[in-house]
Nanobody, 128 residues
Framework: VQLQAFGGGLVQTGGSLRLSCAAS????????MAWFRQASGKEREFVAA????????GYADSVKGRFTISRTNAKNTVYLDMNSLKPEDTAVYYC??????????????????????WGQGTLVTVSS
């Protein structure tokens, strides 16, 4: 599965962006999906995740209440809606997919090692 993230850009503090992650070369309907981000000089960190069924969704504390992850399996796409953006949200955002071997009751994972397919990243810059 190849993942391509897009939708990043420059936005002012308090603004909004929608990131999309389009999959090709395979279906993501049975894969857990996640967004991670990496700011310059920092380690990659978890942002949000959603299981293949959509039954378990989780967010980093830093984005809870501002970001929303969703998926449209028919379009083989995952989204990250980002509102009330802050300068500290500036980072390259990566989407990721797991191996598709979890069962319905498996909760989302916030661990990078759980995900086996990664997109190339899209840059989000929030100006103050």
């Amino acid at each position: 599965v190849q993942l391509q993230a897009f939708g990043g850009g420059l936005v002012q503090t308090g603004g909004s962006l929608r990131l999309s992650c389009a999959a090709s070369g395979g279906r993501i309907s049975r894969r857990g999906m996640a967004w991670f981000r990496q700011a310059s000089g920092k380690e990659r960190e978890f942002v949000a995740a959603i299981t293949w069924s959509g039954g378990s969704i989780g967010y980093a504390d830093s984005v809870k209440g501002r970001f929303t992850i969703s998926r449209t399996n028919a379009k083989n796409t995952v989204y990250l809606d980002m509102n009330s953006l802050k300068p500290e949200d500036t980072a390259v955002y990566y989407c990721a997919a797991d191996a598709g071997r979890t069962i319905l009751s498996t909760p989302y994972s916030d661990q990078p090692g759980h995900y086996v397919h990664w997109g190339q990243g899209t840059l989000v810059t929030v100006s103050s």
